[in-house]
């Protein structure tokens, strides 16, 4: 199985940046499309941003375009997502997900991921 631990979440002010790492722990990393996922209480767990097996193709959640940024690196079989501008709205639990498949397509659905990490809280102080 894949084991994904995800970093870099904490405090950030309204309006500042912050970066989430999410380490895999297989060497299989470029056969899986990798994905962003947030659970703020009470709501259910949403898409934020995707990433395919290769990297050329991303998709971005309407709430997000613009301000966030999905990438991989094969080498580190490491994904990040480079938050800016961050909002009120942003705060969450943030989940990495792995989903097996050399496809060209992004999937923005709970359902189509094979593994989950554990999750990493950012909270948004104004």
């Known amino acids: 199985q894949v084991q994904l631990v995800e970093s870099g979440g904490g405090l950030v002010q309204a309006g500042g940046s912050l970066r989430l790492s999410c380490a895999a722990s297989t060497l299989g990393f470029s056969a899986y499309a990798m994905a962003w996922f947030r659970q703020a209480p009470g709501k259910e767990r949403e898409f934020v941003a995707g990433i395919n097996y290769s990297g050329v193709s991303t998709r971005n959640a309407n709430s997000v375009k613009g301000r966030f940024t999905i990438s991989r690196d094969s080498v580190k079989k490491t994904v990040y997502l480079q938050m800016n501008s961050v909002e009120s709205e942003d705060a969450a639990v943030y989940y990495c997900?792995?989903?097996?498949?050399?496809?060209?397509?992004?999937?923005?659905?709970?359902?189509?991921?094979?593994?989950w990490g554990q999750g990493t809280q950012v909270t948004v102080s104004s």
């Open positions: 997900a792995a989903e097996l498949g050399r496809l060209s397509e992004v999937h923005t659905t709970a359902g189509r991921m094979t593994y």
